[in-house]
Nanobody, 124 residues
Framework: QVQLVESGGGLVQAGGSLRLSCTAS????????MGWFRQAPGKEREFVAA????????NAADSVKGRFTISRDNAENTVYLQMNSLKPEDTAVYYC?????????????????WGQGTQVTVSS
Protein backbone atom coordinates (compact mmCIF):
# COMPACT_ATOMS: atom_id res chain seq x y z
CA GLN A 1 0.00 0.00 0.00
CA VAL A 2 1.42 3.33 -1.08
CA GLN A 3 1.50 6.07 1.53
CA LEU A 4 2.71 9.65 1.33
CA VAL A 5 2.85 11.38 4.70
CA GLU A 6 3.45 15.12 4.94
CA SER A 7 4.73 16.88 8.02
CA GLY A 8 6.22 20.20 9.06
CA GLY A 9 3.27 22.49 8.60
CA GLY A 10 2.19 25.00 11.19
CA LEU A 11 1.64 28.64 12.02
CA VAL A 12 4.37 31.13 11.21
CA GLN A 13 4.63 34.90 10.94
CA ALA A 14 5.14 36.59 7.61
CA GLY A 15 8.80 36.55 6.67
CA GLY A 16 9.40 33.32 8.53
CA SER A 17 10.40 29.87 7.31
CA LEU A 18 9.10 26.34 7.41
CA ARG A 19 10.38 23.06 6.01
CA LEU A 20 7.83 20.55 4.87
CA SER A 21 8.67 16.86 4.57
CA CYS A 22 6.91 14.09 2.71
CA THR A 23 7.93 10.52 3.39
CA ALA A 24 6.85 7.81 1.00
CA SER A 25 6.36 4.11 1.54
CA UNK A 26 5.13 1.24 -0.60
CA UNK A 27 6.72 2.43 -3.84
CA UNK A 28 10.23 2.56 -5.37
CA UNK A 29 10.81 6.16 -4.36
CA UNK A 30 13.86 6.70 -6.58
CA UNK A 31 11.71 6.04 -9.67
CA UNK A 32 9.15 8.71 -8.83
CA UNK A 33 9.07 12.41 -9.48
CA MET A 34 7.73 14.26 -6.47
CA GLY A 35 5.64 17.36 -6.47
CA TRP A 36 4.20 19.81 -3.99
CA PHE A 37 0.81 21.39 -4.54
CA ARG A 38 -1.31 23.60 -2.35
CA GLN A 39 -4.95 24.52 -1.95
CA ALA A 40 -6.27 27.56 -0.17
CA PRO A 41 -9.89 27.82 0.99
CA GLY A 42 -12.20 28.51 -1.92
CA LYS A 43 -9.44 28.10 -4.48
CA GLU A 44 -8.32 25.37 -6.82
CA ARG A 45 -5.32 23.21 -6.10
CA GLU A 46 -2.20 24.81 -7.55
CA PHE A 47 1.31 23.70 -8.36
CA VAL A 48 4.11 24.76 -6.05
CA ALA A 49 7.27 22.84 -6.97
CA ALA A 50 8.44 19.50 -8.29
CA UNK A 51 11.59 17.45 -8.69
CA UNK A 52 12.23 14.83 -11.34
CA UNK A 53 12.63 11.17 -10.54
CA UNK A 54 16.40 11.29 -10.98
CA UNK A 55 16.65 14.54 -9.08
CA UNK A 56 18.33 16.43 -11.90
CA UNK A 57 15.46 18.76 -12.71
CA UNK A 58 13.37 21.01 -10.55
CA ASN A 59 10.41 23.18 -11.37
CA ALA A 60 8.67 25.87 -9.34
CA ALA A 61 5.72 28.17 -9.70
CA ASP A 62 6.56 31.79 -10.41
CA SER A 63 4.89 32.80 -7.15
CA VAL A 64 7.43 30.86 -5.08
CA LYS A 65 10.61 31.07 -7.16
CA GLY A 66 13.47 32.44 -5.12
CA ARG A 67 11.66 31.64 -1.86
CA PHE A 68 10.89 27.90 -1.93
CA THR A 69 13.31 25.07 -2.66
CA ILE A 70 12.45 21.45 -3.32
CA SER A 71 14.92 18.64 -2.66
CA ARG A 72 14.87 14.89 -2.18
CA ASP A 73 16.72 12.28 -0.16
CA ASN A 74 16.28 8.89 -1.78
CA ALA A 75 17.96 7.13 1.14
CA GLU A 76 15.19 8.45 3.38
CA ASN A 77 12.37 8.17 0.81
CA THR A 78 11.65 11.80 1.57
CA VAL A 79 11.07 14.98 -0.38
CA TYR A 80 11.42 18.37 1.25
CA LEU A 81 10.05 21.83 0.59
CA GLN A 82 12.05 24.58 2.22
CA MET A 83 9.88 27.67 2.40
CA ASN A 84 11.49 31.01 3.20
CA SER A 85 10.17 34.58 3.26
CA LEU A 86 6.66 33.27 3.75
CA LYS A 87 3.72 35.51 2.91
CA PRO A 88 0.10 35.40 4.08
CA GLU A 89 -0.89 34.35 0.56
CA ASP A 90 1.13 31.15 1.03
CA THR A 91 -1.49 30.01 3.54
CA ALA A 92 -2.93 26.72 2.30
CA VAL A 93 -3.00 22.99 2.77
CA TYR A 94 0.14 21.62 1.16
CA TYR A 95 0.07 18.22 -0.53
CA CYS A 96 2.86 16.08 -1.86
CA UNK A 97 2.34 13.81 -4.85
CA UNK A 98 4.26 11.13 -6.75
CA UNK A 99 4.53 10.51 -10.49
CA UNK A 100 6.37 7.46 -11.82
CA UNK A 101 9.37 8.41 -13.95
CA UNK A 102 8.10 11.95 -14.09
CA UNK A 103 10.09 15.00 -15.02
CA UNK A 104 8.62 17.36 -12.47
CA UNK A 105 5.33 18.24 -14.10
CA UNK A 106 3.24 21.15 -12.81
CA UNK A 107 0.02 19.35 -13.78
CA UNK A 108 -1.78 17.39 -11.05
CA UNK A 109 -3.29 14.87 -13.45
CA UNK A 110 0.03 13.10 -13.96
CA UNK A 111 0.50 12.28 -10.30
CA UNK A 112 -0.91 8.95 -9.25
CA UNK A 113 -0.38 9.14 -5.52
CA TRP A 114 -1.21 11.92 -3.08
CA GLY A 115 -0.70 12.60 0.59
CA GLN A 116 -3.33 13.86 3.00
CA GLY A 117 -1.86 17.33 3.27
CA THR A 118 -0.40 19.54 5.96
CA GLN A 119 -1.71 22.97 6.91
CA VAL A 120 0.52 26.02 6.55
CA THR A 121 -0.76 29.27 7.99
CA VAL A 122 1.16 32.52 7.60
CA SER A 123 0.02 35.41 9.76
CA SER A 124 0.54 39.03 8.80
Amino acid sequence: QVQLVESGGGLVQAGGSLRLSCTASGLPFSLYAMGWFRQAPGKEREFVAAISWEGARTNAADSVKGRFTISRDNAENTVYLQMNSLKPEDTAVYYCAAERLGGGSPYPAGYGYWGQGTQVTVSS
